[in-house]
């Protein structure tokens, strides 16, 4: 089983309309709860971040996080044409090496390909 | 404004081949990794570099090498390409170990015949 598993669509809407991307998760031992957006042949970007459960919007974007079903959501409100892209969940928890180092380590979700049509 | 340059963008390489994918930051970030992404895959953790000098393993290091002679680069070789390695990779970087954002790079598109 994936520590994190997201539907890979892809997801088609109109303009305007709300958009709610899923990811679910394993591992109690996340922190921290990302949305990265990756448009075709670029490298993925930070859209959101959160640590706590609990709502945080930005603009048109809310991450949702529920530690306690392991369940992240991200809602994109009037959706736009230049909203089509990949939407990654990522989440973050702390790993140690060989040496005893504890280090960051993200973990993505599969991505879901998102097309908004005008 | 740079940010994390990667290259070449596009390879094709024959199986058993070897060859080294660039990674350059100008953002002095000490954290830089590897990813590779495969489809259904999402993007895995090959290797990662807490600074200068010093690198480990992520979750699928075989097949890879790497090194961090300096802050700024973070090269990734493959030491004999196999079908497997076609993929897309990544490199990325981020100013505080707990990866609050990773800057990533335009990839690199690995075809090996």
């Known amino acids: 089983q994936k520590e994190v598993e997201q539907d890979p669509g892809p997801l088609s809407v109109p303009e305007g309309a709300i958009v709610s991307l899923n990811c679910t998760y394993s591992n109690s031992a996340f922190q921290y709860f990302m949305w990265y957006r990756q448009y075709s042949r670029k490298g993925p970007e930070l859209l959101m971040y959160?640590?706590?459960?609990g709502n945080k919007e930005d603009g048109r974007f809310t991450a949702q996080v529920d530690k306690s079903s392991k369940y992240i959501s991200l809602f994109i409100r009037d959706s736009q044409p230049s909203d089509s892209a990949t939407y990654l969940c990522?989440?973050?928890?702390?790993?140690?090496?060989?040496?005893?180092?504890?280090?960051?380590?993200?973990?993505f979700g599969q991505g879901t390909i998102l097309t908004v049509h005008p | 404004n740079a940010g994390v340059t990667q290259t070449p963008k596009f390879q094709v390489l024959k199986t058993g081949q070897s060859m080294t994918l660039q990674c350059a930051q100008d953002?002095?970030?000490?954290?830089m990794s590897w990813y590779r992404q495969d489809p259904g895959m999402g993007l895995r953790l090959i290797h990662y570099?807490?600074?200068?000098?010093?690198?480990d393993q992520g979750e699928v290091p075989n097949g890879y090498n790497v090194s961090r002679s300096t802050t700024e680069d973070f090269p990734l070789r493959l030491l004999s390409a196999a079908p497997s390695q076609t993929s897309v990779y990544f490199c990325?970087?981020?100013?505080?170990?707990?990866?609050?954002?990773?800057?990533f790079g335009q990839g690199t598109r690995l075809t090996v015949v």
């Open positions: 990522a989440m973050k928890s702390f790993s140690q090496n060989a040496g005893g180092t504890s280090y960051g380590k993200l973990t």
């Open positions: 570099s807490v600074g200068a000098g010093i690198t």
């Open positions: 953002m002095n970030h000490e954290y």
């Open positions: 959160t640590y706590s459960s």
């Open positions: 990325a970087s981020s100013s505080d170990r707990e990866w609050t954002e990773a800057f």
